[in-house]
């Protein structure tokens, strides 16, 4: 599926929008639109700021989105134009793209999709088009409009340059370019912008990229308001600290535990790394990091590099003199991380007739919360179950051996796991059944969740 190329012929006649973009091409340029592209906004579900930590989302598309209507042309000249007045028009060399980081213009998000296709196939000089930009997503409104733009403007020079990416390849480019802007993001916005598909959110994995369906139950329904209070991302500092927190926490755990910590970028590489599942990279980041903000002396003493080098070599240009919050940013990404993959879990349950609605939406009826942790480390190893007002305990170990997954059998006991998913020893998910109802066992919340009766 994400090997696909990201084309879907329609016919013009069918869409009156597109009728109206091409009466206004006309009238603006005095010719035809060749083609026309479009990409969707998105809103994520689950697993906000966690995306450039390395870690899974949980988005959907939403129908609102960017078109723009193209033609080719035998000059070396990029026309831009907007139907929004409040937009104005843009012309530069195709050959010459200059985006300036400090006055992040409309047309400069374009100009990243540009590039970034320019650059991966090494092309030092490319056709001109002109190109009218239609969009119905509110700006600023965390819908990703800006890399909807860059998506849609990815896919017009690739098709103008008549070459062929799969839309995997296609949302790492412009994942890539839209940081020519200035946002560090991790790629999210453009990965669901290419990989979405109608009917179903999906789980978004990173390294390698990769999209799997998330079947949304039945009765769910999700209400998308735009609270008119607009953020350019790109416009301030707000979001490239919370991503340089998280980097530069990601490096002090990672000098913290004895590695080699000048490569690593997210925090998943140190998980990854030390071989430990979410829930134990809390214990860590409590274990390694303080509460209090971190100075850029700080930063530097921990790490043993000098400010310049700091400034230069790790930081972006906009988050130079920003205090650190390193613990509360990284736990409360680990935290989404941790919401991301059991939302994910419960839809794959529920698809399999698990749960009915009411009991997907309903955790805490039927879940049993492992104990609070009184400190580090204090926290339980064993699953619990709640059976007929009592517990159970079940040993760890016998339900998972490492390495194997499939049918086991649990002995000295009733216990029957029908089925198991583990992740590189990060987690994982178990099906069980016990005295004629399917319980689910969730890895990382260390957790039992009651299910239908077989």
Known sequence: MAAEEPTKRVQVAEHPRLLKLKEMFNSKFGSTPKFYVRAPGRV??????????????????VEQDMLIAVEPVKTHTLQLANTNPLYPDFSTSANNIYIDKTKPLWHNYFLCGFKGIQEHFGLSKLTGMNCLVDGNIPPGSGLSSSSA?????????????GMSLSKVELAEICAKSERYIGTEGGGMDQSISFLAEEGTAKLIEFSPLRATDVKLPSGAVFVIANSCVEMNKAATSHFNVR??????????????????????LRLEEVQTKLGVSLEE?????????HAEPYSREEICRCLGISLEELRTQILSPNTQDAPWKL?????????????????????????????????TLQVSGNCVQPPVRGGRGQH???????????????????????????????KESSWKVLWTMRKGGKGG??????KGHLYCYSVTYRLWVMGAKA
């Open 281 to 289: 990279m809390l214990l860590v980041t409590e274990d390694a990091l």
């Open 429 to 434: 998910l178990c099906l069980v059944m016990f």
């Open 243 to 264: 991503v340089m927190e998280c980097r530069l926490a990601a490096k002090v755990l990672a000098k913290h535990k004895g590695l080699q910590w000048d490569k690593v």
């Open 380 to 410: 339980t190893k064993e699953p619990r179950l709640l059976h007929s007002g009592k517990y159970t305990r079940i040993s760890w170990n016998k339900i998972f051996k490492k390495g194997k997954t499939g049918l086991l059998e649990v």
């Open 149 to 161: 733009l860059v998506c849609c403007a990815g896919l017009v020079t690739l098709t103008v340059l």
């Open 44 to 61: 994520n579900i689950i697993g906000e700021h966690i995306d450039y930590c390395g870690y899974s989302v949980l988005p959907m598309a």
């Open 327 to 359: 613990v509360s940013g990284l736990i409360l990404n680990e935290e989404q991380g941790l919401q991301n993959e059991y939302m994910g879990y419960r839809c794959w349950a529920s698809s399999l007739g698990l749960w009915t609605v009411d009991r």
